[in-house]
């Protein structure tokens, strides 16, 4: 069954075109990487594909389910670590994630899980504002598992991780329908079979098992 | 209009107290219930639009706030040229001439927010909020105003009573200018249509979107 | 999910950074201060004409005070993508809303607790529950305008100058109403109990609007 259908996703911010017709279907357990330069609109894909953001134009279903119209109910079924980690500076990591625990409905013992998910249980006092790059990317890929989504959206979560990050991510993604934005291309091909590869907001098309030569 | 304006000045008696700058009255007052009429398409537009994003219900309404600004202008300048001949001061803080000058500003700020939003439905449904609170403002504001006079009495102004030839050529103009209005707004709408039509549909260039694996180079 | 619950939450969670961080209140009441110093030497203030001239100063300190207080509470969001964070989860974007404006209204009113006294020392008029109960009063609809338009701007380019050119035409049946009430407690002539029910009509007008209007201001 079809996690995600996007047909025709177009979007332009005034007169540029930053997203040009996109088709794209995944199904239910896929992976699949989305790969481009700065500026090929990664990460406007991936806001339209979280439904954080509405396409000027084209048609996107997730889970049967028209993905603007139900926004609200798909928001159950969603995670989205967004491009900046959007985290509170002043309170501390544990507070962060009890935060949207409790703007979520979820139980406040699924903080102690995400934090030990993404290794940050020894600093959860720390103010979010004083953690490394790395941590707060970590943080906020931990508030978007708190409620445990069915669909990842991660757009470059690798960018600050360390080496690690191939295990954290692939242990995230381990039964969950991904896309994930990066610029790494090893980090693609390890973790996702499936390639989508844009230029100027256009689909070069879908490939599996991509070699990627540069 | 050409002949209403012949009216205004061949038919209509002068007026016994304040002469011939009366006259003014006729197009000040047009002009004020006319840019009163494009700011109610405004606000119908833009519930309309809020509802079911219809961008049409849009260009009515960005044609409306245009064509009202402009008449609310021209209100408000023969309004102090009004005021001058006959109070000798060019404004007064009184109800009418308080809430025109604050449907001055909210429009203005109407026609702004479209033009800094991003363009498109976010132009649209920031502007409809605006204009939505803009039209119920304007009757909150003139009632305050109202209500502080009662307050702090003072003068009394304006005498409204119109004989009948006044009120035929007042009518008449009325009707002009209204008339005028709507023949702007829908010139403009044909404009704003034009323009969103180029905005939106561009050539798409010819692209191949390969749906077969390949090695990407 | 219950929406009471929401916008409590991110009320508490806005009042405990700004707790922490300690930089919306202090820079605010320092304006203030600075404010009435100006209202005096500006206005030429001496003990006959302190009780005329006090209340417009106060209008006029608070309408600047609560156009930072009010544009910060959704500039700052935006600057740490957050606000979108809490957007993409399934809580009501008016509950959210309703959080951060009573967040901001109690931010403000902390401040008030500076201003009145300190209007009363410097121009000698009575600091008394009245004056109090009519700028309380008018906070409540003004916050939610304020914090309605400030989140439409803090998406849309020169914010600054949109702010108030948006704000403040909505605010002036609040400052009319709010002058009088305030010049009355302080013994000028005019209806104390017109003013305050004028207040709460457009407080309540107020309030319905902006609730219904959040929705569009906020979400996508």
New interface residues.
Partial sequence: MSMLVADGLTHRFGSERALDNVDLVLDTGEHMAVLGDNGAGKTTLLRILATALRPTSGRLTIAGLDAFGERRRLRHYLGYVAHAPGLYPALSARENLEFFCDLQDVDRTRVDEALATVGLTSVSHRRAGELSRGMQQRLAIGRAILHDPRLLILDEPDASLGADAADLLAGLMHDRTTVLATHDHALANRLCPRTLVLRHGRSLGTATHLRVVR | MLIAGAAIFFYAPTDYLQGPVQRIFYLHVSSAIAAFGCFAVVLVGGVIYLRNESPAADRFARSGALVGVVFTTVTLVMGMLWAKTVWGAFWVWDARLTSTLVLWIIYAGYLLVRRLADPGRQAARFAAVVGIFGFIDVPVVHFSVTWWTTQHPGPVIINDALPPQMLATFLFTMACTVVLAAVMIAIRYRIETLVDEREQVFEPAKVLVAREPEPVQ | ??PF??AL??AR?DL??EW??REVVPALAQFIILALLIGNFGFQVDSRNAASIAPGILWLALVFAGLVAFGRTFAAERE????????????SPVA?FAGKAVAASLLLIACEAVMLPALSLFFGTPFSADVVAAVLIATVGMAA?GC?FAA?VA????REL?LP??T???W??FI??GG?AVQSAMGL???YS?AIS?LID?DI?FLV?TSL?AR??LD?
């Fill in positions: 999910m219950n619950r929401v939450a991110v969670k405990r950074s922490r961080t740490q993508a957050s606000l979108e964070a809490m957007l993409m989860t399934p809580a959210i305008l309605l439409m998406r849309v380019r020169a949109l050119l948006l403040l035409p909505l002036i049946p009319i109403a009088q002539p005019g209806s017109e004028l457009f007008l609007l209007a569009f201001v996508e």
